[in-house]
């Protein structure tokens, strides 16, 4: 499905019926991530997946993109959709989105699973390193990021064994138009800092984290859990950075788990 949002095109999936979980996908990967979660939760809840503004199908501008406009974007949607309170389920980058559209539009927000994901800004090495990962975009195309950020988002394992994984991720990175990629470093690198967000947060929060994760490792998600009033941290064993991945049956009982808890 596709919907016409601040000016561009976003591409979706809208599956299910009952109380609406938004899914938001990782750098620089799109709406397809969440498939297995589609299928497991689609029968008892409706699934909204996005391809956000600079991925996948949706529209890909070259012009300054910003977490908050993708924030922008994904409140567009509901609104396009009628969905006025949702469940969000985010991670990593879109783990990052949340963060924004809390600060902005919590009203629309039942629940949140931050899954591989982090408060913290970028530190000045940070920023550099997406600065150069955008040249690199910018000169050697979708092909030469997804070499580097394969091994970063899989456990070795995963890319030892599962080749079938690691060749889905390498389509979904290289399905991406640079101007995207770019757009979306220069987003993460400019993000604010959340931490102080983390104690004013009233909804029920779910953290989840891949015990092999290196980007985002556990000891961020055990920093946001310290910090949020009402949360609960999983910490799923042998998946990296793309738990829902890698483990998709243990992190869609974790999901199905904490809505069942909200909702009691």
Known sequence: MQAQINDITLAFN???????????????????????????????????????????????????????????????????????????????????????????????????????????????????????????AYKQGAKAIADILIPKLLSPATIQTRSELVQRVRTMIEGNQVSGIAGDLMAMAERSDSIALLKRMTCPVQIIVGELDLPTPPSDAKFMADKIPNTNLAIIPGAAHLSNLEQPDLFNETVRSFIANVTR
């Open 14 to 136: 809208d599956q299910g019926i009952g109380l609406p979980i938004v899914f938001l996908h990782a750098f620089p990967l799109n709406r397809t991530m969440w498939t297995d979660q589609e299928k497991a939760l689609s029968s008892q809840f409706r699934v909204i997946t996005i391809d956000l503004r600079g991925h996948g199908e949706s529209d890909a501008p070259l012009w300054h993109y910003s977490l908050d406009q993708a924030a922008g974007d994904v409140r567009g949607l509901l609104d396009h959709l009628s969905i006025r309170q949702a469940i969000f389920v985010g991670l990593s980058m879109g783990g990052y989105i949340l963060f924004a559209f809390y600060r902005k539009y919590a009203k629309y927000v039942k629940g949140l699973v931050l899954a591989d994901t982090r408060a913290q800004a970028d530190a000045d090495e940070g920023k550099q390193a997406r600065f150069e990962m955008a040249q690199i």
